[in-house]
């Protein structure tokens, strides 16, 4: 029994492999690896390599020329990442996606959501590289692959979450808006828009300036180390960390069937002994591992990386996203502003038709979590993230007064200054 169950995980192993390397190999062309200009290889003395010719046609050249900024939110779901994905995806020159590597989630370990198992983490983690490399270069069709029906003649209505760029629901990809109603809501978008033509999103794409990609299934931002030091990308990291309480309490929220057992805690105050708790250590630990990496100031993060605490973000979410801009070197477009402006507290138009509705009132909400956890489940993470929580400046408590005693403020302040 034992054993067959062994020779199904391999099997298995063996398929997303042979999967993987088709895909790589078949479909979409390759991404070139181009050797870097540097003094070592500058073809000083008879020995040096003579620079590769094809990549001095290709992309290095391309970047180099126009310059292009590509944003990457590594975010965890539930820790504020539409929101800030949000601020991106307003601004008029930015070309956003939301989350891409779903898809490759999907294509490759169709079960795991997530997978501790190293082989296939080292799978995902190759594939979605080689995926943002080449959506920064706006080449949508190396997506297909992944998108499941894949698509005829470019086209396809399968693309995860599209209703929430802002450039795949305008012109040139979609009519169907006049310029008054360019927030339409995630699902009007996806119902007025014809299918995607992916490439008329690549055109669109290759108009806009910057490049924006929100992720959350990346763990830590040492996985993306070969992507931050690609001389062809101009890749500036924005992590995304919230408290991992908060985190625990949304996911509780939104994911009801996956995270049954924790309701079932808070319902009964009596902790299920089959309680899944890596639901909960993963999330700290992949933080633990990626912000001690990033305060530590690697060379290779120099100028490339800025950790934002969500709830700074919701406090103030004017003066944090100018932070943000001035980090990219980028200017903050007046969209960004408005759409700030309407969608967090401070608005003067309460209409309750807004999607965004639940960010206006953002501060209270990124703390409404102490409401709805009950001590012991809080007490109980306070201890598995100790660490990752000192770290980031979150505050224990030491009694169920204090967790719901919401003038005592759990969050103490700290600079984390982008490593410039
Ligand atoms: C590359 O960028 C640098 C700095 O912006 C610029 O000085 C240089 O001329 C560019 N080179 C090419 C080939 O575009
Ligand atoms: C794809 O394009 C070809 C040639 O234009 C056409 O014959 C075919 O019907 C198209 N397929 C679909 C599914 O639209
Ligand atoms: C997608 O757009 C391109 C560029 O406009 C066009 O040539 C192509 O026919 C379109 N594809 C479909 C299936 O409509
Ligand atoms: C709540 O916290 C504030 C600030 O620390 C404190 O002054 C107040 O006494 C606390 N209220 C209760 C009911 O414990």
Known sequence: MHC????????????????????????????????????????????????????????????????????????????????????????????????????????LIPRLSHSKNVAERR???????????????????????????QPVNHTTDKLFRRGASRALCSPPVCDAFGPGEANAEEGDCVKKCASLNMTLAADSCRERRHVAIKIVRVPEIGDLRALVEDPRLNLKVVQLVRDP??????????????????????????????????????????????????????????????????????RNPLRKTKEIYEFLGMSMDQNVVRWIQTNTRGSKELSAKHKYGTVRDSAANAESWRLKLSFEMVDYTQNVCQQVLRQLGYKAVKSSDELKNMSLTLIQDRTFVPFL
């Open 123 to 149: 799978v995902m983690l190759g594939a979605s590289r080689d995926l943002l490399r080449s959506l920064y270069d706006c080449d949508l069709y190396f997506l297909e692959s992944y998108i499941k029906p």
């Open 4 to 107: 067959s169950w062994k020779a199904v995980i391999l099997l298995a192993l063996a398929s997303i492999a042979i999967q993987y390397t088709a895909i790589r190999t078949f479909t979409a062309k390759p991404f070139q690896i181009c050797p870097v200009p540097s003094p070592t290889n500058c073809g000083l003395g008879p020995d040096a390599e003579p620079f590769d010719r094809t990549c001095e046609e290709g992309p290095y050249f391309a970047y180099n020329a126009s310059r292009k900024t590509h944003i990457l939110v590594l975010a965890t779901t539930r820790s504020g990442s539409s929101f800030v994905g949000q601020l991106f995806n307003q601004h008029s020159d930015v070309f956003y996606l939301f989350e891409p590597l779903y898809h490759v989630q999907t294509a």
């Open 245 to 314: 309480r908060g985190i625990l309490s949304s996911r509780i929220e939104t994911f009801r069937d996956t995270y049954r057992l924790w309701r079932i805690w808070r319902a009964t105050g009596r902790k299920p002994y089959n309680l899944d708790l890596s639901q909960l250590t993963v999330v700290c630990e992949d933080f633990l591992n990626s912000v001690s990496t990033g305060l530590s100031r690697p060379h290779w993060l120099k100028g490339k990386y800025m950790l934002v605490r969500y709830e700074d973000l919701a």
